[in-house]
């Protein structure tokens, strides 16, 4: 059986159905925070996730390109496709937030 590294979270807010929004890596007041918003948009779900609290540019562009590729292949999974290598496309998304985002 594979294993995966832990991470100490809390949650912070849950709307069943709605949104659900968590400590990311630790449970201290000053974390950083994920929500996950669902909304019904005809017979799909729409999902935007938002991260808050990043202490710097560098970890924005990580966690940017990270959650993108993540839900890159969520994507594809939903849609019966062959998923995109998780760190090949990490990659290519890191380049390009890099570009966008101001230094």
């Not at 809390?10 to 950083?32: D, F, N, Y």
């Not at 996730?49 to 939903?78: F, I, M, N, Q, Y």
Request: aromatic share 8%; glycine share 4%.
């Amino acid at each position: 059986m594979k294993t995966f590294p832990s991470q100490a979270s809390r949650v912070i807010q849950i709307e069943p159905l709605k949104r659900l929004t968590i400590s990311w890596g630790s449970e201290s007041a000053t974390a950083s925070e994920v929500s996950f918003e669902f909304t019904p948009e005809g017979d799909a779900t729409r999902l935007v996730l938002t991260h808050r609290r990043l202490p710097d540019r560098k970890e924005t562009l990580g966690v940017s390109s990270g959650w993108h590729a993540h839900l890159d292949v969520l994507d594809d999974v939903l849609h019966q496709r062959k998923p995109r290598g998780f760190w090949t496309r990490h990659a290519e998304l890191e380049k390009a937030y890099e570009a966008h985002l101001p230094a």
